[in-house]
């Protein structure tokens, strides 16, 4: 099993920055390909951002493309998820997962419970 914890999230005026955190426990997370997705209120959960588990691949949303950066710190057991320019619709409760050794858009097994995010204009 593996035990995922965000945090970060919170009100920001339109433009701001916000920087998520989601903190792993339990198996070996440089095994684990990380992905944050979000859900806005009346809206399906959707694809935010990916970091591969072995070579340093990425891929984001075209919604967030040059806006967002997801990054991790292996030592730390701990990926982030920098958004930038944030607008309205960015407004949702993000969620991060993760997904054994899979591909950037591979199943994810294990979520978190995710952390609010609100952007007001």
């Known amino acids: 099993q593996v035990q995922l914890v965000e945090s970060g999230g919170g009100l920001v005026q339109a433009g701001g920055s916000l920087r998520l955190s989601c903190a792993a426990s339990g198996r070996t997370f440089s095994d684990y390909t990380m992905g944050w997705f979000r859900q806005a209120p009346g809206k399906e959960r959707e694809f935010v951002a990916a970091?591969?588990?072995?070579?340093?691949?990425?891929v984001y949303a075209d919604s967030v493309k040059g806006r967002a950066t997801i990054s991790r710190d292996n030592a730390k057991n701990t990926v982030y998820l920098q958004m930038n320019s944030l607008k309205p619709e960015d407004t949702a409760v993000y969620y991060c997962?993760?997904?054994?050794?899979?591909?950037?858009?591979?199943?994810?097994?294990?979520w978190g419970q995710g952390t609010q995010v609100t952007v007001s204009s």
């Open positions: 997962a993760a997904s054994y050794r899979s591909s950037l858009k591979g199943k994810y097994d294990y």
């Open positions: 970091l591969s588990w072995s070579v340093i691949a990425t």
